[in-house]
């Protein structure tokens, strides 16, 4: 069993849409991120969080540490969004960074 | 500052030739990673430095070998390549382990 799940795995949405990626994982953990990776294959962070919620724009991630499950929003989605979303785990004896296979999302005009 | 480089962009090797991969960052941070993407896999760790002169071992480090002589850069070897290493690296830095800036990646071919 993978220990960082993303659910699901490939998403087509149309512009405007209001957009959920998931992200379960089954080890313990200290923090949890959001990464883009574009069309061109450069990786970028989003987000860092241990607890609650963060926003940066249209973007929106929330992390529950009882239910160890993480969602990644978008509101008001457009196609300049369409890339991979990955979720990573910090966690495991050396604290080294566990991802998830990602989600891909194609946002239409 | 340019962030976290990588060199080269495209490299095909035939099975059996060698190769080294070059990371460069100037943010001054002490941990570097080199990590493989293969299709419908998540990222996967090489191997891994705290600091100048350090390595670890990742999750997957067989075939390869790194080096880290000087803080800024982080090189990654593979003395005989095979066509399972065909992937796409990455290498990452990071002022501390959870957040990591990431390199452009270098795409690998091994016929």
């Known amino acids: 069993k993978n220990e960082v799940e993303q659910s699901p795995q490939n998403l087509t949405a149309q512009e405007g849409e209001f957009i959920t990626i998931n992200c379960s994982y089954s080890v313990g953990i200290s923090a949890l991120h959001w990464l883009q990776q574009h069309p061109g294959g450069g990786i970028v962070s989003l987000f860092m969080?241990?607890?609650g919620k963060k926003k940066h724009g249209r973007l929106i991630a929330t992390i529950n540490i009882q239910e160890k499950h993480s969602s990644l929003h978008i509101t008001a989605s457009h196609p300049r969004d369409s890339a991979v979303y990955i979720c990573?785990?910090?966690?495991?004896?050396?604290?080294?960074?566990?991802f998830g296979k990602g989600t891909k999302l194609s946002v239409k005009p | 500052n340019a962030g976290v480089t990588q060199t080269p962009k495209f490299r095909v090797l035939k099975t059996g030739q060698s190769m080294t991969l070059l990371c460069a960052q100037d943010m001054n941070h002490e941990y570097m990673y080199w990590y493989r993407q293969d299709p419908g896999m998540g990222l996967r760790l090489i191997h891994y430095?705290?600091?100048?002169?350090?390595?670890a071992k990742g999750e997957v480090p067989d075939g390869y070998n790194v080096s880290r002589l000087k803080k800024q850069n982080f090189l990654l070897g593979l003395e005989s390549a095979a066509p399972s290493q065909t992937s796409v690296y990455f290498c990452?830095?990071?002022?501390?382990?959870?957040?990591?800036?990431f390199g452009p990646g270098t795409r690998l071919t091994v016929t």
């Open positions: 430095s705290v600091g100048e002169g350090t390595t």
């Open positions: 990452a830095s990071s002022y501390s382990r959870p957040e990591q800036y």
């Open positions: 969080l241990s607890s």
């Open positions: 990573a785990v910090k966690g495991g004896s050396q604290g080294n960074l566990i």
